[in-house]
């Protein structure tokens, strides 16, 4: 045997021996009260992502038998399926909970793979697969809602004059475009329809350096508000806020820690009480949830604002009533942003 | 350092090491990587038992799991593979993640198109235009160095890094799927993709053309008179000059092969499970191909072993930060240290040699 073949006769043989021996293996199966908390990104200091992992824990602590893994993927979209694939392919668990837009479709070319495995994601639509259960949040409302915010704070702050706000994200997604973005645009225009709306990209969802460039530019041109969605880069925004005196809106919780000042209002969303409540009807043996996607709304809790901060509580009292009037009508479904499918 | 020992020390580092000397750098790879695993695992971990466990035995311990390591590794020995046909003919070429990404890309765009015409035969040519578009992408250096004889290292890189940059740019604007939440091209159709030979892993038959690649260019290398001018001319331009060979040629076509060879790696990363071209998806691949071809001595016939080394360290770390609490980067971090370690060595016997 020449001496270059020699090593992919050894390869082959070790390939056959390893193949054999790990075929040998009967194949596991998991545990059905076994679930899996894939986080997209890190979960300390990621509101979203905490709260996530704080309603998974309270459904498996009050589930006998259950038991919880965190799954912490990182921030870099490329490598999620595969930390999936892997999380899959382990055999352990049988209920994977997530919270991403962008988990539907990954799990989605999962689930043919794994036909005994379940996801739950939150913050995600997808309809009519029946190994996965979406529940998205009506986010439409929760724009309006920081949109009014940011209107009113803007007329109070500039006077007469262009108003404009500017909403600063880290890249374009169908969510942005068609919830959000809208959402926010609306809130500007129920305080005054001559609001302008300004829209920035900043390309990633970590570079703080850029959206603070980004923010400043804005603020010096004349913006009063800027409603960031862009992950930690957001936090670059507010920076530039507190650098001009300026004032941010924030969205899904955990804003008025990053400057008590600057932060003026910030949305909020029931992510702990809803991923707890759809993990316990898993965990109880619920099937009909899978291949449904729900949107949940303002009306049920899910969507709200938190007002327990000082620089909401130091805004005038007017502003304030004004802003809770419009938070009250949402609730009673005025204007009504209500969808079925997305 | 006499100008000996400095020969020497340069071409234990980029030539081929001989056979010996290979296997003794695969065992002190794997040597080390298992220590610094354990010993991430001992001081990482609450739970060094079960880190260890998945560490080392998740990545074998089903037919999936280990089948889906194959795949892991197969791309990244075709890049590897790219690395060793430049370092052996002398070129530093540092450019091979660009060219990934350009291969990734560039399939990722066709693949739609080709099945439209084509049906399933689409995905060969597929890898093709991957390949094409990593050639191109070395064509400034292979073009530089031929012409006016540029330092590959410099322009390699520096057309790499634009290239990178240019191809985050598409992905995330005039190519990306504007249906998706991930930052990607749209979804290239089932039938285009790579047939998957043993589902539910990930293997395709990537890993079985990455092993013919290998076997082909060790009978390159070893049985041919155009290897052996290949091999001569990295180690001495003027002495292959003179003994009659092609150096015109060995100026650039080996920096292009790398090219190509780099594309079709990245056309594979998108035809494999991914299923298109995602923003940042070569994910250091051009380093960890440079750390593969120096484990396996520049030696094709070892590059299989180095490959899956590497796609073990991967696999493992990522296993055990899902079945343990290992931090996810832990396995990049030790294939850092593995590649310096065995990097290191001919540096140390030289330090040697001197005392």
């Not at chain 1, 390893?18 to 040998?24: P, T, V």
């Not at chain 1, 209002?265 to 291949?291: F, H, M, N, P």
Request: glycine residues 10%; hydrophobic residues 50%.
């Amino acid at each position: 045997m020449h001496r270059y073949v020699r090593p992919f006769a050894a390869i082959a043989c070790a390939a056959g021996l390893m193949l054999g021996a790990s075929c040998a293996k009967p194949t596991k199966v998991a545990d059905p009260l076994s679930v899996a908390v894939f986080v997209p990104g890190i979960a300390s200091g990621s509101p979203i992502y905490e709260m996530l992992v704080t309603g998974a824990t309270r459904a498996v602590d009050e589930t006998p038998g259950a038991r919880l893994k965190v799954i912490e993927a990182g921030y870099d979209q490329s490598t999620w399926l595969d930390s999936l694939r892997d999380a899959a392919a382990s055999g352990e668990f049988s209920v994977i909970v997530s919270s991403n837009p962008s988990l539907p479709e990954l799990c989605a070319k999962l689930a043919p793979d794994y036909p005994g495995l379940r996801f739950i994601l939150a913050d995600a639509y997808l309809a009519g697969n029946p190994a996965i259960h979406t529940v998205l949040y009506n986010q439409k409302e929760q724009g309006y809602i920081v949109g009014v915010l940011a209107g009113l704070v803007s007329k109070d702050r500039a006077g007469p004059g262009a108003l404009r706000a500017a909403l600063i994200a880290a890249q374009r997604y169908p969510t942005l475009d068609r919830l959000i973005r809208p959402g926010f645009e609306a809130g500007l225009k129920a305080v005054d329809p001559a609001f302008e709306l300004e829209f920035r990209e900043i390309g990633n969802w970590y570079d703080s350096a850029k959206a603070a460039e980004l923010a400043g530019s804005l603020y010096g041109s004349g913006v009063e508000v800027i409603l960031p969605i862009a992950g930690s880069a957001g936090q670059g925004v507010v920076a530039a806020a507190r650098e001009r005196g300026k004032a941010a809106v924030w969205f899904d919780g955990g804003g008025y820690a990053l400057d008590p000042v600057a932060v003026v209002g910030c949305a909020t969303i029931a992510q702990d009480r809803l991923v707890y409540e759809r993990l316990k009807l898993a965990l109880s043996g619920d099937e009909s949830i899978y291949g449904r996607a729900d949107v949940v709304s303002a009306k049920g809790g899910y969507v709200g604002f938190d007002r327990d901060a000082d620089a909401f509580r130091a805004l005038p009292e007017a502003l304030r009533a004004a802003f809770d009037e419009a938070v009250r009508a949402l609730a009673e479904g005025r204007p009504d942003f209500s969808f079925d499918t997305f | 350092m006499s100008i000996a020992t400095r020969c020497r020390f340069r071409f234990d580092t980029i030539h081929d090491a001989g056979g010996t000397k290979t296997a003794m750098k695969l065992s002190a790879a794997l040597a080390s990587a298992a220590a610094l695993a354990a010993l991430a695992a001992a001081f990482l971990s609450s739970e060094p038992a079960s880190a260890l466990r998945a560490f080392f035995l998740a990545p074998f311990r089903t037919r999936t799991a280990f089948l889906s390591t194959l795949e892991l590794a197969a791309p990244l020995a075709v890049c590897a593979l790219g690395v060793i046909v430049t370092f052996r003919a002398g070129h530093y070429s540092l450019g091979g993640e660009g060219q990934a990404y350009a291969g990734a890309f560039a399939a990722a765009l066709a693949a739609p198109i080709l099945y439209e015409s084509l049906g399933p035969a689409s995905a060969p040519l597929a890898i093709l235009v991957g390949a094409l578009a990593g050639a191109i992408v070395s064509a400034p250096s292979a073009i530089g160095k031929r012409l006016a004889g540029a330092d590959v290292l410099l322009t390699s890189i520096l057309v790499s890094q634009g290239v990178i940059f240019a191809v985050d740019w598409a992905i995330g604007g005039p190519f990306r799927d504007q249906s998706s939440n991930l930052v990607a091209m749209r979804a290239i159709p089932r039938g285009a993709l790579l047939p998957r030979l043993a589902p539910p892993s990930t293997l395709t038959a990537a890993s079985i053309v990455a092993l013919a690649a290998c076997l082909i260019a060790a009978f390159y290398f070893e049985r041919t008179r155009s290897g052996t001018a290949h091999d001569l001319y990295g180690r001495n331009q003027r002495f292959a000059e003179l003994q009659g060979f092609d150096v015109a040629r060995l100026s650039w076509a080996p920096i292009v092969a790398a090219g190509v060879l780099h594309g079709a790696a990245g056309a594979m990363m998108a035809l494999g499970a991914r299923g298109t071209a995602i923003r940042g998806m070569s994910g250091g691949i051009g380093w960890s191909a440079i750390g593969a071809a120096l484990v396996a001595g520049s030696r094709p016939q070892a590059l299989p072993f180095a490959a899956l080394l590497f796609a073990w360290l991967d696999s493992g770390s990522r296993q055990a930060a899902i079945l343990s609490d290992l931090p996810p980067d832990a396995g990049q971090a030790i294939k850092a240290i593995v590649i310096l370690a065995v990097s290191a060595r001919p540096a140390i016997a030289a330090l040697r040699r001197r005392r």
